[in-house]
C-alpha cells in the first residue's frame, strides 16, 4: 500500500505491531485500521453519489458496496507503479488503496474537464490512473482478461531483451498483472482464451474474481455450471486457485497473499475466488427487489463487509467503538468535501469534443510521413511483389524498433525451435512473414492460439506498456471474433483515457475476393465498418509500392491501424515495385491519380484500381472516354481534396468498389460528392460494386457477384452519355 500520511486518531494504537491471528499473517493493527477507513471511505463515496445521482448532479451512479473486504486486502500486497492493474467497476475501494483519492472519484462522477481517468469521456468508476499503472477500463465486460494477459507478456519478453527493456520503460522482474471482475464476466469466452494463454505462457496474472452472485439479475447458478468458477477452473495447469469469503477481510488478506506469493515467484498465474455480496441494486438504473426477495436481502446484509469489519476491530481489541465512530465521522467528512470541490469543476467546453480521438502527436496524416517523393529505389534491384515488399518492410521496421513484436496465427516460421534448422518455415498462409522468426528470434515473432480476440487483445495489453505489436488475422472473413477488442477496447483507448494511454497496435488482415474459388469465407470485405469505427486508421493499398509505405507508416504512428492487404494484388505482376528504400513513407489521407482524364472521375481502391484502368482503357480505345483514376490508398482518412479537384475538372464521377453496392464503403464517398461539389457536377454520381450477396465458390457465379472490367466499361459509357 501507498504510505498513509493521514494521522490516526491520538488514542489509537498506530505504533503496536502486534500480529493478527491468522496462521501467521503479517497483520498489524495500524493495517487494520486504515483497511477499514478506506472501507468506510469507499462506502461513504457511493452512497454521496448515490445522493448526487437523486439531485441530477451526476449522470450514472455504479456502487462497489460489498466488495470492500477483498478491495483493500488485495491491494496490501500489490505495489502502485511496480505492478500493473486491470481493473472493474467495483473495485473502488481496491483502487483507492492504491493511491486514488475521493476527489479524483468525484471528479469523474460530475464528469469534470479534470477528471484525470478521462476527461468527462467515461462514467464514474472506470478507473484509470496511470500513475499508478491502473489502466484505462471500459464498460463490457470481460474484454481486460486478455489485455491484462498482453500486459504480463509484453513485460516477460522486455525483461530478456535488452534493446526493448531500454526502450519500453519500466520493466520489474517480479512485477504481477491484477485483472479483476465479477463472476458473471466469466462467461465470456475471452475469460477461458485469457486463462488458456496465461497458463500456456506462465505469466504473473492475478486473476480476482469477486462472486456476488449475481449479473445484473442473473444469479451464478445460471451463469456458471456447478456454480463455481473455481471449480470448473481447477484443471488449468500451473494455475493456482485460492478460494476465500471476500467480505472477510483477514480470510481474503490471506487468500491474496498466498496468490500474489505463487506470481511474483514465476510459478504462473492465479485466481483467487472471493465470495462477496451485493448490498445495492447492480447500479441506480436496476431495482432489486424486481428479481430478488426480501428474505435473501435481508440474509446478505449479515455479511456486509463493514460490519463484520468493524466487529473485528472490537474483538481483537484493536479500537474501541469510539475511535471507529471517528473514522467514520472523518471519512464522511473527507466524502463531503472532495464531493463539494468536484461539484465547482466545470465540464469539458464543446470545443474538446473530438481531441484525443486520433495521436495529436504523431498521426498518420502529418509531413514527417511523406517521403513518396525522395524514395530510394536500387536501381540494380528486380521489382518485388507486394508480398516481397511487405515483408521487407517488417523487416526493416523491426531492425529499426526493438519494440516491435509480430505475432498471430501461423506467422512464426516454427513454434518448435528445434525444428527452425531444418524446415523451410511457415511464415504465414500467405508467407507474408517467412523468414522473420529466424532472424529476429522467438521471442519478438511467435505464433498465436487459433483466437482472433486473443491476439488483438494480447496486443493492446502489449501496447499499453510500450510496446509496438504489429499482428496479423489470417484473414479478413474470420476477423469477426475480435471485433469487441478492435471497436470498444482498441480505438477507443486513447479517447478513453484522455491520451494518458494510447494503442499504437497495427492489425495486418488478408482482404477480399478475386480468388476464382475462394468462396464465402475466403473473399468477404467490410471495411465500411473499421472506416465507421472513430479512433481507426484504415488503409488498403493497391500495389507493392504503395503497400511499402502505408505499412511503414502504419507502425511508425501513434494511432491504430487495420491495414487490409488484398489477397488477389499479393503476387501480381503488373503491380510489382524495386525496393523503395527503408524510409519510404505515404501519408494517410493521400490520393494517387492512377490515370489522368478530362471526362469522368472514378474514385476507386483495392482490386479495383486494375480494372477501373483496364475499363478506362478500353473507354479510351473504344468510345475516345478519357477517365480520370482516383486512388484512394487509405481509406480512413481518405483524401477529399484530390477527389474534389478531379470532379471539378471532370464533372461526372463513378465510385468503384469490391464491398456490396449497398451501405458499402463507396455510398459514403458518393454522398460526400454529392453533399459538396453538387454545383460541379453535370450527373448523377454512379457506383460499381459487388452485388449485394456472398461470393460464391463456383467460378461462374463468382464473376456475376463481383463487379469485372465489362462492369466498368458499361458504367464509364453510360455516364458518359448522361
Known amino acids: 500500500m501507498v504510505p498513509d500520511t493521514r494521522t490516526l486518531p491520538p488514542d489509537a494504537p498506530a505504533g503496536d505491531r502486534r500480529k493478527v491471528p491468522g496462521d501467521g499473517l503479517a497483520l498489524t493493527s495500524t493495517q487494520l485500521i486504515e483497511f477499514y477507513r478506506l472501507m468506510v471511505t469507499s462506502r461513504g463515496i457511493d452512497d454521496r453519489e448515490i445522493t448526487l445521482k437523486r439531485q441530477n448532479k451526476t449522470f450514472f451512479q455504479i456502487s462497489s458496496a460489498g466488495h470492500e473486504a477483498i478491495g483493500v486486502a488485495v491491494a496490501a500486497h500489490l505495489r502502485p507503479a511496480h505492478d500493473w492493474f486491470y481493473l472493474y467497476y467495483r473495485d473502488r475501494a481496491l483502487s483507492l488503496a492504491l493511491g486514488q483519492t475521493p476527489y479524483e472519484h468525484f471528479l469523474q462522477a460530475v464528469a469534470a474537464e479534470s477528471d484525470p481517468a478521462s ?86 496474472v492475478l486473476f480476482l474474481i469477486e462472486d456476488n452472485g449475481y449479473a445484473i439479475s442473473v444469479p451464478v447458478e445460471v451463469q456458471t455450471a456447478g456454480g463455481s468458477i473455481s471449480g470448473l477452473a481447477s484443471s488449468f495447469p500451473d494455475l493456482f486457485i485460492a478460494k476465500c469469503d471476500g467480505t472477510d477481510v483477514i480470510d481474503s488478506y490471506k487468500a491474496s497473499r498466498a496468490a500474489v506469493h505463487h506470481c511474483r515467484r514465476g510459478r504462473g498465474p492465479a485466481l483467487v475466488h472471493a465470495y462477496t455480496i451485493r448490498p445495492y441494486s447492480h447500479s441506480m438504473s436496476d431495482d432489486e427487489r424486481a428479481y430478488r426477495t426480501v428474505e435473501e436481502r435481508f440474509a446478505e446484509e449479515e455479511r456486509d463487509p463493514l460490519t463484520r469489519t468493524r466487529q473485528l476491530l472490537l474483538d481483537l481489541k484493536v479500537a474501541t467503538a469510539g475511535q471507529l465512530d471517528r473514522i467514520e465521522a472523518e471519512a464522511q467528512v473527507a466524502v463531503r468535501e472532495a464531493a463539494t470541490e468536484a461539484l465547482g469543476q466545470p465540464q469539458p467546453p464543446p470545443e474538446r469534443a473530438l481531441v484525443n480521438l486520433y495521436s495529436e502527436t504523431a498521426p498518420p496524416t502529418q509531413p514527417q510521413f511523406d517521403t513518396e517523393g525522395s524514395a530510394a529505389f536500387d536501381r540494380g534491384s528486380k521489382p518485388l511483389t507486394m508480398v516481397d515488399l511487405v515483408n521487407r518492410c517488417l523487416g526493416d521496421e523491426m531492425e529499426r524498433d526493438p519494440r516491435i513484436v ?99 497496435v497495427v492489425i495486418r488482415v ?3 475476393g478475386y480468388l476464382t474459388g475462394g468462396g464465402i469465407y475466403h473473399s468477404q470485405t467490410g471495411a465500411s465498418l473499421f472506416t465507421h469505427t472513430p479512433g481507426l486508421r484504415v488503409a488498403l493499398p493497391s500495389n507493392a509500392l504503395d503497400a511499402s509505405g502505408l505499412l511503414r507508416t502504419a507502425i511508425r504512428c501513434d494511432d491504430p491501424v487495420i491495414f487490409l492487404e488484398h489477397k488477389h494484388l ?122 449485394d450477396c456472398w461470393v460464391a465458390y463456383a467460378p461462374q457465379l463468382e464473376e456475376v457477384i463481383l463487379p469485372q472490367v465489362p462492369d466498368v466499361v458499361a458504367a464509364i459509357r453510360e455516364l458518359a452519355a448522361f
Not at 473 to 481: G, S
Request: aromatic share 8%; proline share 5%; charged share 25%.
Open 119 to 204: 476527461g468527462g469521456r467515461q462514467m464514474p468508476c472506470h478507473f484509470c490512473d496511470p500513475r499508478l499503472n491502473i489502466t484505462s477500463m471500459s464498460s463490457p465486460t470481460g474484454t481486460q482478461f486478455l489485455q491484462a494477459v498482453g500486459c504480463a507478456e509484453g513485460g516477460r519478453r522486455a525483461a530478456g531483451l535488452p534493446d526493448m527493456r531500454a526502450r519500453v520503460g519500466q520493466v520489474e522482474e517480479d512485477e504481477i498483472v491484477l485483472v479483476s471482475a465479477g463472476e458473471g464476466a466469466t462467461s465470456e469466452g475471452e475469460f477461458w482464451e485469457a486463462l488458456n494463454t496465461a497458463c500456456t505462457l506462465k505469466l504473473p
Open 406 to 504: 509480430v505475432f498471430g496465427q501461423d506467422v512464426a516460421d516454427a513454434s518448435r525451435e528445434e525444428a527452425l534448422e531444418q524446415v523451410q518455415g511457415k511464415g504465414g498462409v500467405f508467407k507474408v512473414t517467412h523468414g522473420l522468426q529466424k532472424r529476429f528470434g522467438s521471442e519478438r515473432v511467435f505464433n498465436s492460439p487459433l483466437a482472433e480476440a486473443n491476439i488483438v487483445g494480447r496486443a493492446i495489453g502489449m501496447a499499453a506498456r510500450g510496446l509496438r505489436p504489429v499482428v496479423e488475422i489470417q484473414f479478413f472473413d474470420y476477423i469477426w471474433p475480435a471485433f469487441m477488442q478492435i471497436r470498444n477496447e482498441l480505438a477507443t483507448m486513447r479517447y478513453r483515457s484522455n491520451s494518458a494511454f494510447d494503442a499504437p
Open 510 to 512: 488478408p482482404f477480399g
Open 570 to 691: 499479393y503476387r501480381q505482376v503488373y503491380n510489382k515495385s524495386r525496393e523503395p528504400g527503408r524510409d519510404f513513407m505515404i501519408p494517410f489521407g493521400k490520393a494517387r491519380i492512377a490515370r489522368e482524364g478530362s471526362d469522368l472521375t472514378i474514385v476507386t481502391c483495392g482490386a479495383l484500381v486494375k480494372r477501373s484502368l483496364d475499363a478506362a482503357r478500353v473507354a479510351s480505345q473504344k468510345d475516345g472516354i478519357e477517365a480520370e483514376i482516383v486512388d484512394l490508398r487509405s481509406l480512413s482518412p481518405f483524401d477529399m481534396d484530390a477527389i474534389a479537384t478531379s470532379v471539378r475538372k471532370t464533372n461526372r464521377v463513378l465510385v468503384a468498389y469490391e464491398d456490396g453496392l449497398s451501405w458499402g464503403y463507396g455510398a459514403e464517398i458518393a454522398a460526400r460528392v454529392a453533399d459538396q461539389l453538387f454545383e460541379w457536377l453535370d450527373a448523377p454520381v454512379r457506383r460499381i460494386a459487388s452485388r
